[in-house]
T-cell receptor, first 115, second 115 residues
Framework: AQKVTQAQTEISVVEKEDVTLDCVYE???????LFWYKQPPSGELVFLIR??????QNEISGRYSWNFQKSTSSFNFTITASQVVDSAVYFC????????????FGAGTRLFVKA | DAGVIQSPRHEVTEMGQEVTLRCKPI?????LFWYRQTMMRGLELLIYFNNNVPIDDSGMPEDRFSAKMPNASFSTLKIQPSEPRDSAVYFC?????????????FGPGTRLTVT
């Protein structure tokens, strides 16, 4: 069965600090897809990144970077030099054929960035 | 281009009343998803459609909930009769491919309050 664990419920940092949001997943499939979404205070979920299980290359997009490690079933998200606008809830999600390609979301990590 | 459109944005109703939530997906997207978000249960997938056909409705809480997608540009989620425990934010999302293989684009949500 598929499962996504975001153990950090809330994280609070001061602006310009780096912060890493953890995501650990469980799946029995060799083909699967991982995602990160951001939910700012306005409420709408915004897609950030998608990764398939065959692509372990880490990705960097501006201040955002993602570390995908199949050996530890983790897909962690790092924000470098955090800003107040990064304050949001961040969700990690998993989709796999064994689950009918339903997307399962983690519980989310609420990030507070203080000025 | 317009994103996913949901209406109404807010709905307050009394227990026992029928509630209908509406969604217009992004044009050209093949999949449509309905989610419910609460503090206690997080983000839950209720049902999803591929090419207007319901694929998985295992997340629909009970028979009081029903969803339809009569065409590629419109879907409804109906609750009849509504109960206070149905109070939540309901999100509609669409995706350019079938199932959860690709990223989903979320609407702004409908905040439902049942008194």
């Amino acid at each position: 069965a598929q499962k996504v664990t975001q153990a950090q419920t809330e994280i609070s940092v001061v602006e310009k600090e780096d912060v890493t949001l953890d995501c650990v997943y469980e799946t029995r499939d060799t083909t699967y897809y991982l995602f990160w979404y951001k939910q700012p205070p306005s409420g709408e979920l915004v897609f950030l990144i998608r990764r398939n299980s065959f692509d372990e290359q880490n990705e960097i997009s501006g201040r955002y970077s993602w570390n995908f490690q199949k050996s530890t079933s983790s897909f962690n998200f790092t924000i470098t030099a955090s800003q107040v606008v990064d304050s949001a809830v961040y969700f990690c999600a998993l989709s796999e054929p064994g689950g009918g390609f339903k997307t399962i979301f983690g519980a989310g990590t609420r990030l507070f960035v203080k000025a | 281009d317009a994103g996913v459109i949901q209406s109404p944005r807010h709905e307050v109703t009394e227990m026992g009343q029928e509630v209908t939530l509406r969604c217009k997906p992004i044009s050209g997207h093949n999949s449509l998803f309905w989610y419910r978000q609460t503090m206690m249960r997080g983000l839950e997938l209720l049902i999803y459609f591929n090419n207007n056909v319901p694929i998985d409705d295992s997340g629909m809480p009970e028979d009081r909930f029903s969803a339809k997608m009569p065409n590629a540009s419109f879907s409804t989620l109906k609750i009849q009769p509504s109960e206070p425990r149905d109070s939540a934010v309901y999100f509609c999302a669409s995706s350019p491919a079938e199932g959860g293989i690709y990223e989903q684009y979320f609407g702004p949500g409908t905040r439902l309050t049942v008194t």
